[in-house]
């Protein structure tokens, strides 16, 4: 069965300081996707990134990277000097290449960037 | 521009009747999927629709039901069916290559 676990609930850091989001999941298959998104107080989820299982290459845009480690099953991200902006719920997802291709979310990570 | 969009923002109804949200995308997908989201919840997963004139329930699809007629178009009804109403609704889309979904504003749904 297919899992994402997001185990900080919530988040709180003081801005310009760095932060880690952490996303672990669950699969069998051995071609997948993962993904990222965004969910600001408006609500509309905005999608971030999507990592497919056979590029571990880690990635960066801007201030925003991620750390996707196969051996642990691990897709983590990282803001670094983050901004006040960047409050928002983000989620994890994972989705593998089954013909319904359907989408596990994780239960989401709120960040609160303080001034 | 392109993009999804979801009527209305906030809607009130009184419990026992039916309610339709709307969702329409002109980025020609052919996925379309409904998701309900409560207070610090994940998304859950209602009813998705790969192509027009097909359907499938998803984890939580009691209560609810869908019509897929037109593809830029996958309307949601709540039925009095669902004993819990009340919670954010969004509507997404998928097309090209790759799995990711894009997602529309969302609908607040408040049964009174």
């Known amino acids: 069965a297919q899992k994402v676990t997001q185990a900080q609930t919530e988040i709180s850091v003081v801005e310009k300081e760095d932060v880690t989001l952490d996303c672990v999941y669950e699969?069998?298959?051995?071609?997948?996707?993962l993904f990222w998104y965004k969910q600001p107080p408006s609500g509309e989820l905005v999608f971030l990134i999507r990592?497919?299982?056979?590029?571990?290459q880690n990635e960066i845009s801007g201030r925003y990277s991620w750390n996707f480690q196969k051996s642990t099953s691990s897709f983590n991200f990282t803001i670094t000097a983050s901004q006040v902006v960047d409050s928002a719920v983000y989620f994890c997802?994972?989705?593998?290449?089954?013909?319904?291709?359907?989408?596990?979310f994780g239960k989401g990570t709120r960040l609160h960037i303080l001034p | 521009d392109g993009g999804i969009t979801q009527s209305p923002k906030y809607l009130f109804r009184k419990e026992g009747q039916n309610v339709t949200l709307s969702c329409e995308q002109n980025?020609?997908?052919?996925?379309m999927y409904w998701y309900r989201q409560d207070p610090g919840q994940g998304l859950r997963l209602i009813y998705y629709?790969?192509?027009?004139?097909?359907?499938q329930k998803g984890d939580i699809a009691e209560g609810y039901s869908v019509s897929r007629e037109k593809k830029e178009s996958f309307p949601l009804t709540v039925t009095s069916a669902q004993k819990n109403p009340t919670a954010f609704y969004l509507c997404?889309?998928?097309?090209?290559?790759?799995?990711?979904?894009?997602f529309g504003p969302g609908t607040r749904l408040t049964v009174l």
């Open positions: 980025l020609n997908h052919d996925a």
């Open positions: 699969t069998r298959d051995t071609t997948y996707y």
């Open positions: 629709s790969q192509i027009v004139n097909d359907f």
């Open positions: 997802a994972l989705s593998d290449t089954n013909r319904d291709d359907k989408i596990i």
């Open positions: 997404a889309s998928r097309g090209g290559w790759y799995n990711e979904q894009f």
């Open positions: 990592r497919n299982s056979f590029d571990e």
